[in-house]
């Protein structure tokens, strides 16, 4: 028999939580739709659009962890579930950098010194640009916070702040980059 500790139950959960109600929900026709989680499994539209629909996933799973964490029964497990979130944090961001980099998800460095991200964000015709780095930005820091934590670069600073703080940030860099823009 298969023994699984707590901690990689609670992490297997979440992840399966996230699988059949974030993959299986259609944007498009504001509906759950399982047959969207079959058609990510047997790569029915192809090996791009299953890595895409994964990596949403495994950083919604590694947010959904991190809150998980700090619930008062998942105490014992704090240290192991904080490290099962920064891996699928982490995988996301190697995914997403190697899928997106240079492109418009992910401009290439010599891009943002080009222009303002702030100067982006205020006008109405580079918006979008401005709001997909602001995501990229917002994504760093909560990865920063996690990983700044973990290796314990400031030890007297409070453990439940810190990561409370890559939540939200991690949380607001996935809206800003899931936003449709139709203007």
Not at 79 to 102: C, F, P, Q
């Amino acid at each position: 028999m298969i023994k699984i500790s707590p901690p990689m139950a609670i992490t297997l959960g979440v992840n399966a939580a996230f699988l059949a109600f974030y993959t299986g929900y259609s944007k498009a026709d504001k509906a759950y739709k399982p047959s969207m989680i079959w058609t990510v499994f047997t790569l029915k539209k192809g090996l791009n659009h299953t890595m895409v629909e994964l990596n949403k996933e495994i950083s919604l799973s590694g947010l959904g962890t991190l809150a998980v964490a700090f619930l008062p029964p998942c105490k014992e497990y704090r240290k192991e579930l904080l490290r099962n979130s920064i891996a699928m944090l982490s995988a996301h961001t190697v995914y997403s950098t190697w899928k997106y980099y240079g492109g418009k998800n992910i401009p290439s460095l010599s891009e943002w010194w080009a222009t303002s991200t702030i100067g982006d964000l205020m006008d109405k015709k580079t918006i979008v640009r401005g709001v997909k780095r602001a995501s990229l930005i917002l994504g760093v820091i909560s990865q920063g916070l996690l990983w700044g934590d973990f290796l314990k670069v400031s030890p007297e600073t409070k453990n439940s702040l810190i990561c409370g703080s890559a939540i939200v940030t991690g949380t607001a860099h996935f809206y800003l980059m899931e936003l449709d823009y139709k203007w």
